[in-house]
């Protein structure tokens, strides 16, 4: 059964979760919640949303997420790396199926030579598949968390598009 094709992505995800019984958990900081807000808005979330982790400090992204302090401050908290550790980090933290992660610069402030405003990454960790994506958004910090969050979401939902490709329904 395919679904309307002009769901949000939070509906589309929730129910390609639901049907293959996965879960999810999220990691974010430049959103600040607002990949967790968007998923618990759909009714029935908790039975494939575990929770989210708002890493917003290098502590908490060490500490919670185990992110490697050596990548953390080598190479800084928004990079590749970082976002796969994130995303790996909370999907062991929260036992989840899946994990994703959300780090950048939403901005007005906090650019850095070669880390312009706008910039995230955006990483995905499952036990088949994990993936990272880079983007430099142009907007002002709300439309950049506003992006950030809908590509993450669209992230999740190409890897259980290709999930759902890979394996029948289960009955």
Not at 12 to 41: D, F, K, P, Y
Not at 56 to 74: M, N, P, R, S
Not at 75 to 90: D, F, I
Request: hydrophobic fraction near 45%; charge should be neutral; glycine fraction near 10%.
């Amino acid at each position: 059964m395919l679904p309307a094709p002009n769901l949000a992505l939070e509906v589309l995800i929730g129910q390609t979760l639901t049907t293959h019984r996965l879960t999810l958990a999220a990691a974010e900081s430049c959103t600040g919640g607002l990949v967790s807000h968007r998923l618990t808005n759909v009714p029935g979330s908790s039975a494939y949303f575990l929770g989210g982790v708002v890493a917003y400090a290098y502590d908490v992204k060490e500490q919670v997420l185990g992110v490697d302090h050596a990548t953390l401050y080598g190479q800084g908290a928004v990079s590749e790396a970082v976002a796969r550790q994130m995303a790996q980090g909370v999907r062991r933290a929260l036992h989840a199926d899946i994990g994703i992660a959300i780090t950048g610069i939403a901005g007005p402030g906090g650019a850095q030579p070669g880390k312009p405003v706008g910039l995230t990454y955006i990483a995905l960790a499952a036990p088949d598949a994990e993936t990272a994506e880079r983007y430099v958004w142009a907007g002002d910090r709300e439309a950049n968390k506003a992006q950030s969050a809908e590509a993450a979401l669209a992230l999740v939902h190409a890897y259980l598009n290709a999930y759902r490709r890979a394996r029948p329904t289960p009955p």
